[in-house]
T-cell receptor, first 116, second 115 residues
Framework: AQKVTQAQTEISVVEKEDVTLDCVYE???????LFWYKQPPSGELVFLIR??????QNEISGRYSWNFQKSTSSFNFTITASQVVDSAVYFC?????????????FGAGTQVVVTP | DTAVSQTPKYLVTQMGNDKSIKCEQN?????MYWYKQDSKKFLKIMFS???????INETVPNRFSPKSPDKAHLNLHINSLELGDSAVYFC??????????????FGPGTRLLVL
């Protein structure tokens, strides 16, 4: 069975601080895919990134960066120089190649609160 | 242009009623999904369809019935609504199934409140 753990329920930071969101996953599959989604207060779910299990390169997109480490089964997400618009719930998700065809396993989400 | 759209956005109804939520995607995707997000924000898949064929059917009460008239539409009908059905329901779509690698794109959600 697949499992995603986001142990941080809520993180509060002051604008311009960096914030790192942890995501730890469990799967027996050797081929799997990891995703991050953002859910702002308006409620929609916005796709941020997808990573496959064979690509451990870290990725940077503007102020966002992701650190994928298979050795610790983690796919952490860092927001650099946070802004108020980053306030949202962030979800990590796992999809395994042999599990029911596109069945995403979501973590519980981490609420990020950025105050001015 | 809205990629994945849902109607209605809000739905307030009485216990025991029957209601439907509609979903449409204009991305040309083959696969569509329904998710339920509870009050604690936990997201759980309910159903998925690939080219109008049911692929995933999680342990959801029989009162929930999805219908896919074509691959661009996936509707969710709920019979005999109960208080516990109150949640946000998200529709999503992906290019295909492709061994789980496809990114899922979500609609704006339908907030259902059962009184």
């Amino acid at each position: 069975a697949q499992k995603v753990t986001q142990a941080q329920t809520e993180i509060s930071v002051v604008e311009k601080e960096d914030v790192t969101l942890d995501c730890v996953y469990e799967t027996r599959d050797t081929t799997y895919y990891l995703f991050w989604y953002k859910q702002p207060p308006s409620g929609e779910l916005v796709f941020l990134i997808r990573r496959n299990s064979f690509d451990e390169q870290n990725e940077i997109s503007g102020r966002y960066s992701w650190n994928f480490q298979k050795s610790t089964s983690s796919f952490n997400f860092t927001i650099t120089a946070s802004q108020v618009v980053d306030s949202a719930v962030y979800f990590c998700a796992l999809s395994a190649a042999t599990d029911s065809w596109g069945k995403f396993q979501f973590g519980a989400g981490t609420q990020v609160v950025v105050t001015p | 242009d809205t990629a994945v759209s849902q109607t209605p956005k809000y739905l307030v109804t009485q216990m025991g009623n029957d209601k439907s939520i509609k979903c449409e995607q204009n991305l040309g995707h083959d696969t569509m999904y329904w998710y339920k997000q509870d009050s604690k924000k936990f997201l759980k898949i309910m159903f998925s369809y690939n080219n109008k064929e049911l692929i995933i059917n999680e342990t959801v009460p029989n009162r929930f019935s999805p219908k896919s008239p074509d691959k661009a539409h996936l509707n969710l009908h709920i019979n005999s609504l109960e208080l516990g059905d109150s949640a946000v329901y998200f529709c999503a779509s992906s290019l295909g199934l492709a061994g789980g690698q496809e990114t899922q794109y979500f609609g704006p959600g339908t907030r259902l409140l059962v009184l």
